[in-house]
């Protein structure tokens, strides 16, 4: 199926976010899937990444207390590009 996905950076990290026609602009998984609007964060172990359903315990250490939100998409458009899949 062809569709259009728009690209850009997230002014905050630089990671790549994507827009999903009904969450907005969100993060990229590791495989560049849209994945969450919130970049997460474990103290513990020092994970850090972006993850749809947003969990609520860190996915390599499991701890809860130490996992926590660093940030939400916050798009560069500067960096902006439409590429068709």
């Known amino acids: 199926m062809n569709y ?3 690209l850009l950076d997230c002014a905050r990290c630089g990671c790549r976010l994507a827009f999903h026609p009904t969450r907005g602009w969100v993060h990229t998984d590791p495989q560049g899937h849209p994945a969450s609007h919130v970049w997460m964060r474990c103290d513990a172990c020092l994970w850090e990444g972006s993850l749809y359903p947003t969990p609520t315990r860190c996915p390599s250490c499991a701890a809860g207390r130490d996992f926590r939100e660093d940030h939400t998409a916050t ?6 590009k ?3 899949e």
């Open 4 to 6: 259009q996905l728009q």
């Open 75 to 80: 798009p560069c458009y500067a960096t902006f």
């Open 82 to 84: 439409t590429v068709i």
